[in-house]
């Protein structure tokens, strides 16, 4: 079955530049979506489609994926982006979730 | 307002059985498939499986296939989760999530999602 990896832990300060990274065979030949969620809340859907963000997604959140690996930004970090982050990909109808990736704002 | 509305915690022990229900609103139920993820303690997101509620046809991950059954009831906008024999490794958070886009396909993300309902199982 198709698996996605993400590394347990980034840790970023505040302004600067977050990378989240998910990797996997081949996935850049299929879409990515990434969610955040924080404790005790449900996830949020902040990139569909690679790069896409739906409306409310500030735009200091973006995506992209080539090769094997799709990648989040978040630039200029808000402590407020502290959080779990989850790539999501969809393989001959089965849905695949990386393990998360916890995102410290130091 | 579009919205999943899950039912409440439960509390079981091993070998009983659970039915839980994701409560669709806002939108026409039957337009888009429904999935079903689990969280483990401390873990990430798994999908478990989804369900068309239109002609109920299902596709369960390997993971859980045979462990769990998705059903749906379109008259009332409602899907469910069920277990016929709870083990002490099923506790954990259930989620029921919308995809943004109809029909299923290579770019399925989840745009709406429930609050979640938190399943302990306990001798």
């Known amino acids: 079955s198709y698996e996605v990896t993400q590394p347990p832990s980034v840790s970023v300060s505040p302004g600067q530049t977050a990378s989240i990274t998910c990797s996997g065979d081949r996935l850049g030949d299929k879409y990515t979506s990434w969610y955040q969620q924080k404790p005790g809340q449900s996830p949020i859907l902040i990139i569909y489609?690679?790069?896409k963000r739906p409306s409310g997604i500030p735009e200091r959140f973006s995506g992209s994926n080539s090769g094997n690996t799709a990648t989040l930004t978040i630039s200029g970090t808000q402590a407020m982006d502290e959080a779990d982050y989850s790539c999501?990909?969809?393989?001959?109808?089965?849905?695949?979730f990386g393990g998360g990736t916890k995102l410290t704002v130091l | 307002e579009v919205q999943l509305v899950q039912s409440g915690a439960e509390v079981k022990k091993p070998g009983e059985s659970l039915k839980i229900s994701c409560q669709a609103s806002?939108?026409?139920?039957?337009?888009?498939?429904i999935s079903w993820v689990r969280q483990m303690p401390g873990k990430g997101l798994e999908w478990m499986g989804a369900?068309?509620?239109?002609?109920?046809?299902?596709r369960y991950s390997p993971s859980f296939e045979g462990h769990v059954t998705i059903s749906a009831d379109k008259s009332i906008s409602t899907a469910y989760l069920q277990w016929s024999s709870l083990k002490a490794s099923d506790t954990a958070i259930y989620y029921c999530a919308r995809p943004l886009v109809s029909p299923r396909g290579p770019s399925e993300a989840f745009h709406i999602w429930g609050q979640g309902t938190v399943v302990t199982i306990s001798s």
């Open positions: 489609e690679d790069k």
């Open positions: 369900i068309d509620p239109s002609d109920s046809y299902d």
């Open positions: 806002g939108y026409s139920f039957t337009n888009y498939w």
């Open positions: 999501q990909a969809w393989d001959n109808s089965f849905v695949v």
